[in-house]
């Protein structure tokens, strides 16, 4: 999450080793509670390759994050939102610097409920566009932002504009055209109702319910070539109050290709879900999940079959030596997971999408 009351504040940048963001990221957002920083990570490689502090010291609403290579230079750029409570302060900072590039209020200064980051070439400019959803409180409004002129490209309501759960939002190529869709995700109170909308047609093809329709806290949704055919399937987390069942969805056949629970059947926090090249498939995404609350911040990473394939702690310290437990700190967990255009939370990856 992100944003605090001293809304442009110039973030400082721990730059590690020398290293500039590779292709395969994914970026790692502080929850609430936590410094508002971001981690930038390469997969195979559970040390950061970029510490951002996306916000003031002050705001501890946590960071939502998404990434996409917006100036058109080969690294994935990272996109950040303000968590609850630090209004829709959206922010830009550059993949191999970590400098702010560009800062603007999503919505309303007034809205305090945050929203949902996702980012994808959608016009074919070579500069990822970033999409906006809506958190609680907020009507399902999505925004498409131009990466060429961070200009608004076109904005829609995904759902009856009167529900007030939120818009989960994701970028990807899903049926046999070679555009990107714009996917989005019912939040709590709508059921897990995933609609796919054409981004050049600015019409709806498709949409179905990923778990039973009885569900209705909300879902967290990406997307990712896990099978590597060239096309993407839609990969979904149940939220908070169902078990943290991911499933990973092939629009075309409407099946699922894979279903599992990425920890504990007994875990109900929800779980964030994002994707970004494998380290070791060439041509495929690998899958990262996240507790969405209650589950400390382990960081899993998956395969085509939900196959778990490494896992580590992401955490910032805050001081507290009381909860640390010779391990990660209790109290922080992950936001969401990005590929390089799909953000849902504090986790966000690279995904291919430029």
């Known amino acids: 999450m992100i944003n605090h009351s001293k809304r442009f504040v110039q973030p400082s940048l721990e730059n590690l080793e020398g290293r500039t963001v590779p292709a395969g990221i994914y970026a790692v957002g502080a929850p609430a509670g936590a410094l508002p920083l971001v981690n930038v990570y390469q997969t195979g490689n559970p040390t950061p390759v970029?510490?951002?502090?996306a916000y003031d010291n002050a705001f501890r609403g946590g960071v939502r994050v998404a990434t996409g290579d917006v100036n058109n230079d080969g690294t994935d750029d990272v996109f950040t939102i303000a968590g609850p409570g630090g209004g829709p302060h959206v922010k830009i900072f550059n993949g191999t610097n970590g400098q702010v590039m560009h800062e603007f209020m999503a919505y309303d200064p007034a809205y305090r409920g945050?929203?949902?980051?996702?980012s994808g070439d959608l016009d074919g400019d070579h500069h990822s566009d970033l999409v906006i959803g809506t958190d609680v409180g907020g009507g399902p409004h999505v925004r498409v932002i131009d990466g060429a002129t961070y200009n608004e490209d076109f904005s829609y309501f995904a759902y009856n504009p009167a529900f007030t759960g939120g818009v989960r939002v994701s970028v990807g190529q899903v049926d046999a055209d070679s555009a990107l869709e714009i996917i989005t995700a019912a939040g709590p109170g709508g059921g897990p109702h995933v609609q796919v909308y054409d981004s050049q047609s600015r019409s709806y093809e498709e949409s179905y319910f990923a778990y039973d329709p009885s569900?209705?806290?909300?879902?967290?949704?990406?997307?990712g070539d896990t099978d590597g055919d060239g096309r993407d399937e839609v990969i979904t987390g149940a939220g908070a109050g169902g078990g943290p069942h991911v499933k990973y969805h092939d629009l075309i056949d409407d099946e699922d290709e894979a279903s599992y629970f990425a920890y504990a059947s007994s875990f109900t926090g929800g779980v964030y879900v994002a994707s970004a090249d494998s380290s070791s498939r060439i041509g495929s995404d690998d899958v990262i999940t996240a507790p969405a609350s209650l589950g400390g911040g382990n960081v899993r990473i998956y395969d085509d079959h939900g196959g778990l394939r490494?896992?580590?702690f992401d955490y910032e310290d805050d001081g507290d030596?009381?909860?640390d437990d010779n391990g990660p700190d209790s109290d922080f967990r992950i936001n969401d997971a990005v590929r390089g255009r799909n953000g849902v939370g504090g986790v966000g990856g690279d995904?291919?999408?430029r």
């Open 50 to 53: 970029l510490t951002i502090q």
């Open 351 to 353: 995904g291919g999408h």
């Open 215 to 223: 569900f209705r806290n909300g879902i967290y949704i990406t997307t």
């Open 321 to 323: 030596s009381s909860n």
């Open 114 to 118: 945050s929203g949902f980051l996702a």
């Open 310 to 312: 490494e896992e580590f």
